[in-house]
């Protein structure tokens, strides 16, 4: 039989000796669990529609991120190959914020030039819609995107910019 003189209460013993690192990771855990609990948030609020946009950030980069991590896996950094061996198929609006990450993707995290991440997003993302009617189409507070993605709002800008600019020659 064991006698304990001094006991701890639960919270105590929880997070007296745990490590720094293990707290930064249960917290991205409890972020993680928070955008994925409830899909489809009612979009009445705008806590709601915020909650709608980090999920469909979440899981777009989160597969773009997958997916580029299976590719170098068997292909190296061959970018040649990219638009070869994955294919993302966006059906309706709602995964389009895929066309900034796969760029933001490329270009900050691979080093890949604005032209070649371009080249390669054309050619590897494609894009099917449905739906017709305005109200089923999604979108988004410019500022609360480019709040939430500023990067993202960024290379969308700049694709913009330059479409507009095609469109006027």
């Known amino acids: 039989m064991i006698m304990m003189t001094h006991t701890l209460g639960t919270h105590t013993l929880r997070s007296h000796h745990i490590p720094p690192h293990i707290h930064k990771a249960d917290e991205a855990r409890r972020r993680a669990a928070m955008i994925t609990a409830v899909l489809y948030p009612n979009d009445a609020t705008d806590e709601g529609r915020l909650l709608r946009l980090k999920q469909q950030y979440f899981f777009t980069s989160a597969s773009l991120q997958d997916a580029l ?35 933001r993707l490329l270009i900050d995290n691979e080093g890949l030039t604005w032209e070649r991440a371009w080249d390669l997003t054309k050619r590897t993302l494609a894009f099917t819609n449905h739906t ?3 109200e089923a189409l999604e979108k988004w507070n410019v ?6 993605l500023p990067r993202n709002m960024q290379i969308i800008e700049r694709i913009n910019e330059e479409w507009l600019a095609e469109m006027k020659v």
């Open 132 to 134: 017709v009617m305005p």
């Open 69 to 103: 991590v299976r590719f170098k896996a068997q292909h190296g950094t061959n970018w040649d190959k990219l638009p070869e061996k994955v294919v993302v198929q966006m059906n309706d609006t709602h995964p389009t914020s895929a066309v900034a990450e796969l760029m």
């Open 143 to 148: 500022n609360v995107y480019g709040q939430l």
